[in-house]
């Protein structure tokens, strides 16, 4: 009688060949599951790099162009002693100064030439620059945290921006006889100027500081492609 009720149990206790189907469907659920969440998680965080790229990329051009455009245009921006003639200079020179820092080469070859480029854009321009510089300021801490002085890096950005600023102020101002005093003078110009200068030399003396920020760069280019090519495969 026990014997009986011993194989009785036993039947009951053991599962049925429909049980075993689902479990291992229940097994195989929840490991699509998680493999699921994994690829979810990857998936953002290489879309997170890509953005972080695209973003450092984004600001350092900027930084590339500025030093350029500062090349271009330093002799224009304060030259002499004399604050009567940078002054006066720049109610010539206002204009094509703008274009220079902003990008644009300008050849002022004939007054009919200069009064075109005088009724161009050149606002526009500056203000789109100056927005741009606005915005690199602001993410370059986040984005280049782990480089090297990057304070040198926001000066210079900080200061072409402000001596931007200026200048266009200071056209405005002589196009509607303002008093330029209450805008920009001889001395503000000069200072700006000097911390866009101190920058400047820091950058071109310290190579490690640009190399510090061209390394996270590389660092995000090199993780991309080998995810790239994992995926080609």
């Known amino acids: 009688m026990e014997e009986g009720l011993q194989k ?15 479990a291992i469907a229940g097994i195989a659920s929840a490991v699509v599951a998680v493999v699921a969440i994994l690829m979810t998680r990857y998936s953002i965080k290489i879309q997170n790099k890509q953005n972080l790229f695209d973003k450092r990329i984004k600001v350092y051009t900027l930084l590339r162009k500025t030093l350029d455009n500062y090349a271009r245009s330093k002799k224009m921006m304060f030259c002499g002693d004399s604050e009567n003639d940078f002054l006066e200079g720049l109610i010539e020179q206002s204009t094509p100064l703008l274009y220079l820092m902003t990008g644009h080469k300008v050849v002022i070859a004939n007054k009919h030439l200069f009064e075109k480029i005088a ?10 620059y100056i927005d741009d510089l606005d915005e690199a300021i602001i993410q370059l ?7 090297k002085d990057i304070k040198y890096v926001k000066l210079f950005l900080a200061s072409y921006r402000d001596y931007l600023l200026t200048l266009l102020d200071y056209k405005l101002s002589v196009e509607s ?12 110009f000069g200072k700006i100027y000097k ?19 061209e390394d996270l760069i ?12 994992k995926g080609n495969q």
């Open 177 to 188: 006889d303002e008093d330029l005093r209450a805008v920009g003078d001889f001395y503000s």
């Open 8 to 22: 009785i149990t036993e039947a009951i206790q053991q599962p049925t060949g429909w049980e075993k189907a689902m």
């Open 119 to 128: 009724n161009s854009n050149v606002e526009k321009i500056a203000t789109e």
């Open 218 to 229: 590389r660092l995000d280019k090199s993780f991309l492609e080998k995810f790239k090519k």
């Open 141 to 147: 801490e986040p984005l280049f945290r782990n480089g």
């Open 195 to 213: 911390k866009i200068e101190e920058a400047e030399k820091k950058l071109s003396n310290d190579k490690s500081i640009m190399n510090s920020l």
